[in-house]
């Protein structure tokens, strides 16, 4: 026989499925009418969206002035959100290049979510960064490097803001064409079961006429794989080049070269968090509890804690280094984070990062999927405040204490924020609608995985998967 | 090469190890493949069809190689020969602060040119019609496509198939195409 798994190995999908159910199953949540609770969280999601894109639009009409920015605070919810974003991003490409490097073939059932999770996540951030310029016509067009503009100026390459631009712009496109490639063959699936002229005209266009011929196979793995080599360094540059727009800096608390590691584990530690909340929510209404199964969670909580404590190893260093660099602003800048006026933001920040993925050192909360949900919304608000924390509180107090000031947000800014969420979730609630949510091309690669062999001379009247029986 | 005037000879499988099988022996009798097709990338199938590794990561090499180039030159251009500025007495040709933005146009430009040799070398384009054998070509099942050339040994490709469970084994015409007929609707 060829090439086999154990049977000892845990089953990725559950409930002895074959092939075609495996079809049926994916094709079938975009092919029949869409539940009940699917319209309900299109159009509270689509309403969101449109009370934040009608905000956005506000705010350019009217500028700055409605933000509660000022001299001294000049970032507040905006590069927040900005940072944020940008975080959640990472976990989907995490799952689709580093763990496919790493052949973690659990990733199958969830990469195409979190992948288009990831794209959606770097539009959000994206947003920010370019209505937060005043006039963005103006503004975006300031950072692109051509001439002629501001005189023969050029933009200063010496700046990680610009760097900044290259790194985000570079990882849309590359999150796209990844998450493009693999479409392609269940997107052929999807063609091939059309019934409707509309449908196959859809995603025959889409499909880019796939017909699965080894040869295309061939070439297929092959830039999957170059797909994955070049997406795993970018995923880590990203964020460290997100961190150095503030640690090139000389303010204190931003003036440090702990950055990069402690941002890319943050990305990722948040990013995780919010896969968890998005399948735990796929899972529940659109019936694929065999696919994302607890093992998967289970999995996903382990990274979760990994990196989560990494986050909370980084507050500690930072700490360290402040009392042990001998700079008093360094050292003030630690103490009012701790105890000053935003001292709030502080300790929701430590207590939802640093101690609550601990709780998933236990198997049982580790498995179960509501322990989950909640841990997960716990790690999204952690991570969004600390952002803030290291925007906000160390803009407000710096070197000249005649110059220190307090962040009010106003309510324009904070509908930017809930609006942010509602463009996320509506984009991903037409995906899931629109193309197949669960990568089935690679889910049938991988589900001999744990299961007997076909043809083979022991008896294989029962299709339970072997690893459960021991488990019995 | 692949003729278009020889008549075709199918068998459908329906499991991965049945059709990797059949292949190394259709590979070993020495048969024409004009197509095998899996619905998704099973190991190993690419290399018992006795095809070599593919060319495509010379193009993602080569493209990458001009993206960091371009960047280069780019960023030199800008900042040490067209309009040199004094930025706090800081060199105007900056090699580490280039780095972030050389290697981010290298994987754009590798990454994007891989996409387009992938299409290209695979002949994929938007409203392009897949050509099928099998209406569940791209679900469960798996199709060798044989060449019925001159050397074409009939009896041995169906003892082949047969052997490895192939649930339908056909001899068709040179344009076979479900797409274009009702023939294959089965």
């Known amino acids: ?472 | 090469m692949p003729d278009e005037e020889n008549k075709l000879f199918f068998g459908v499988f329906t499991d991965e190890d049945d059709c990797l099988e059949a292949v190394k022996a259709c590979t070993e009798a020495n048969f024409t493949y004009h197509d095998v097709l899996a619905p998704y990338a099973v190991h190993g199938l690419d290399r018992a069809m006795g095809l070599p590794f593919s060319k495509i990561t010379w193009v993602t090499f080569l493209c990458g190689m001009m993206g960091t180039t371009i960047a280069f030159l780019g960023m030199g251009y800008m900042s040490h020969w067209d309009w040199p500025l004094n930025i706090g007495g800081k060199e105007t040709l900056p090699i580490p602060a280039m780095i972030p933005i050389m290697f981010e146009l290298t994987v754009l430009f590798g990454g994007v040119c891989t996409m387009l040799a992938l299409f290209a070398f695979c002949f994929l384009f938007p409203g392009k019609q897949a050509r099928l054998f099998h209406a569940r070509q791209t679900d469960d099942r798996f199709v060798i496509v044989l060449e019925m050339d001159e050397d074409f040994n009939e009896a041995k490709a169906r003892e082949i198939f047969t052997a490895n469970h192939a649930e339908d084994i056909r001899e068709v015409d040179a344009d076979y195409d479900i797409n274009s007929g009702p023939e294959g609707a089965a």
């Open chain 1, 1 to 472: 026989m060829a090439h086999h798994y154990s049977e000892l190995r845990m089953p990725l999908v559950h409930g002895g499925k074959t092939m075609h159910d495996i079809t049926n199953d994916v094709c079938g949540s975009i092919e029949g009418k869409p539940s009940m609770l699917w319209w309900i969280g299109w159009m509270v999601s689509g309403l969101v969206a449109l009370m934040g894109v009608l905000t956005i639009g506000f705010q350019i009409y009217k500028g700055i002035g409605t933000w509660g920015l000022n001299k001294t605070v000049g970032w507040g919810f905006d590069i927040t959100n900005f940072v944020f974003w940008i975080g959640i991003g990472h976990a989907g490409t995490l799952i689709s290049a580093v763990l496919f490097l790493f052949r973690q073939k659990w990733r199958t059932s969830i990469n195409r979510s979190a992948e288009a999770m990831t794209l959606f996540a770097v539009m959000c951030a994206g947003l920010f960064p370019l209505i937060h310029m005043g006039r963005p016509w103006i503004g975006f067009l300031w950072a692109a490097p051509y001439p002629n503009l501001r005189g023969p100026l050029w933009v200063n390459i010496r700046s990680p803001l610009l760097w900044d631009v290259f790194a985000i712009s570079t990882y849309f496109s590359i999150s796209l064409v990844f998450w493009y490639i693999g479409l392609i063959p269940d997107l052929a699936t999807v063609r091939d079961r059309a019934k409707h002229w509309a449908r196959k005209f859809f995603y025959g266009t889409l499909s880019m006429g796939w017909r699965g011929s080894v040869r295309h196979w061939n070439h297929y793995e092959t830039s999957y794989m170059i797909f994955a080599g070049l997406a795993t360094p970018l995923v880590f540059s990203v964020h460290s080049i997100v961190s150095m727009d503030f640690a090139t800096s000389v303010l204190p608390g931003w003036h440090t070269t702990i950055f990069p590691p402690y941002f890319v584990a943050g990305a990722i530690f948040s990013g995780f968090a919010m896969v968890l909340t998005l399948l735990l929510i796929a899972r529940e209404t659109m019936n694929l509890k065999q696919y994302i199964t607890e093992d998967h969670l289970e999995n996903m909580g382990k990274v979760i804690i990994l990196t989560g404590s990494m986050v909370g190893l980084a507050y500690g260093t930072e700490m360290f280094m402040a009392w042990y660099s001998g700079s008093m602003y360094e050292q003030y800048a630690f103490i009012n984070r701790a105890t000053g006026p935003f001292a709030w933001s502080y300790w929701i920040m430590v207590s939802c990062n640093v101690i609550s993925p601990q709780t998933l050192w236990f198997r049982k909360l580790r498995r179960s999927p509501i322990f989950l949900f909640i841990m997960s919304i716990f790690v999204n608000i952690g991570m969004w405040f600390e952002r803030f924390v290291i925007i906000v509180t160390s803009l407000h107090r710096d070197y000249l204490p005649s110059s220190w000031a307090h962040y009010y947000p106003t309510h324009i800014e904070i509908m930017e924020l809930i609006g942010s969420f509602g463009i996320f979730f509506f984009l991903f609630f037409c995906f899931i609608r629109l193309l197949p949510g669960i990568a089935f091309g690679e889910v049938k690669g991988v589900m001999k995985m744990g299961q007997k062999h076909k043809h083979d001379d022991k008896p294989h009247d029962d299709q339970t998967p072997a690893a459960e029986v021991s488990h019995a």
